[in-house]
């Protein structure tokens, strides 16, 4: 018998959002009522998120940039290099 999660949680101390709607109307609040003039949303992803529809539902709010982490990877054959052990 399998002791893997198909449905894992953990408990949140604060306030959930569901569907983009929602998401960005909460984002957009809070960046109005900041006084600063420059946000970064920083949004850390794990296996099985669907990027894609990610990155749309975050396109709407018309960021100057995305920066994707993997852009910053090496390539396999460096981390190959840099791991090789004789």
Known sequence: ??????????PVDGE???GWDAIRTKL????????KN???IV???YHGVHYNELIN??????PK?????SDAFYPENKIRELTFQM
């Open 57 to 62: 539902g975050l396109s709407q709010l018309n």
């Open 28 to 35: 957009k609040s809070e960046i109005c009522q900041s006084t």
């Open 65 to 69: 940039a995305f920066i994707h982490s």
């Open 43 to 45: 949004v850390e992803c």
């Open 38 to 40: 420059r946000y970064i």
């Open 1 to 10: 018998m399998s002791n893997f999660n198909k449905y894992p949680s953990f």
């Open 16 to 18: 959930l959002y569901s």
